[in-house]
């Protein structure tokens, strides 16, 4: 790299000049980018919980989710930009490839009087097409491609919201199977960042902020028991950092978590504290 690039130190004062003058960093990608017009990006699912930093950086720079799509193959586009991110929905593209979608819920119901004494909790519900999806269900995607993938499960949870002209509008709502289990709980990676941020408000009294965090389940403890990892922006008090892991395991607020913790079928959550960089390391690491 140093054969491409020189130093620059006119620019790196510059930017150390911008940088100091800034309060909290508040408005630093307009500072350093004074042209920029929008910020372009994958903001849904694991990634919404750093939309607020990045709306700190942004200031009132527009920020766009990118359209849906995964390595297998692109599934929607985002039709309404000017949305906040949260709110985005996609219109699929039917002609990318053909769209399959099992329903998340079930009407029990039906399925008894269809099937007499047969277990609903065994059957594998039917895939709907594209045409046969309903507004305000969830569904995991199925993909049959161009590539070679034939009912290919993205392990995406949607929900469908509505319909563009004739084709389906979709919101991505999470992974299927990224969450935590122990017993008959099913915490989500939406639950996550929700427990995140109630405990995270405890030390924003404190002027410190989490920076990154993630998560495990320890199963070599009888009970096993939910593992928080947190990289702070400072030091916290033991005192505080107590508080903290109840309001985390107060936060949990899956049915089969509360009543697993009632009957202590899962034990007390545990939240440990990484040193500073760590989260970065890792990613260079990976």
């Known amino acids: 790299m140093a ?32 042209n920029v017009k929008y910020i372009y990006g994958i903001m849904t699912g694991c990634m919404e919980p750093y939309l607020k930093k990045l709306r700190h950086y942004a200031a009132d720079v527009p920020l766009i989710s990118a359209d849906y799509g995964s390595s297998e193959g692109w599934i929607g586009a985002n039709i309404n930009p000017s949305l906040p991110p949260e709110s985005a929905t996609y219109a699929v593209l039917p002609n990318i490839g053909y769209f399959e979608f099992i329903p998340l819920k079930e009407n029990v119901e ?53 319909f563009h002209n004739s084709t389906t509008e979709l919101k991505f709502v999470c992974r299927r199977n990224v969450m935590l289990a122990i017993n008959i709980d099913k915490s989500t990676e939406q639950d ?23 998560s495990n389940v320890d199963v070599s403890t009888d009970p096993g028991h939910y593992v928080i990892f947190w990289e702070i922006s400072g030091e916290v008090s033991d005192e505080v950092l107590t508080e903290c892991c109840n309001c985390l395991d107060r936060s949990f607020v899956d049915g089969g978590y509360v ?8 034990g007390p959550l545990e939240l440990r504290v990484v040193r500073r960089g760590t989260f970065q390391r890792f990613l260079i690491i990976t």
């Not at 399925?111 to 594209?130: A, C, I, Y």
Request: with cysteine; aromatic share 8%; proline share 6%.
């Open 192 to 214: 996550l960042p929700f427990a995140v941020e109630e405990a995270a408000k405890l030390i924003s009294k404190k002027k410190l902020e989490v920076i990154d965090f993630s």
């Open 259 to 266: 009543s697993s913790r009632k009957v202590d079928a899962i």
């Open 3 to 34: 054969k491409l690039l020189k130093p620059n130190p006119e620019l790196a004062d510059m930017i150390e000049k911008k940088c100091s003058g800034l309060n909290n960093w508040y408005g630093l990608i307009p500072e350093l980018f004074p």
């Open 110 to 162: 039906e399925h008894m009087q269809e099937n007499g004494n047969v277990s609903f909790l065994s059957m594998e519900p039917k895939p709907v097409d594209l045409t046969e999806v309903r507004v305000g269900e969830e569904y995991e995607v199925i993909i049959t491609n161009f590539g070679g993938l034939y009912r290919y499960k993205l392990g995406d949870v949607v929900k469908v919201m509505g």
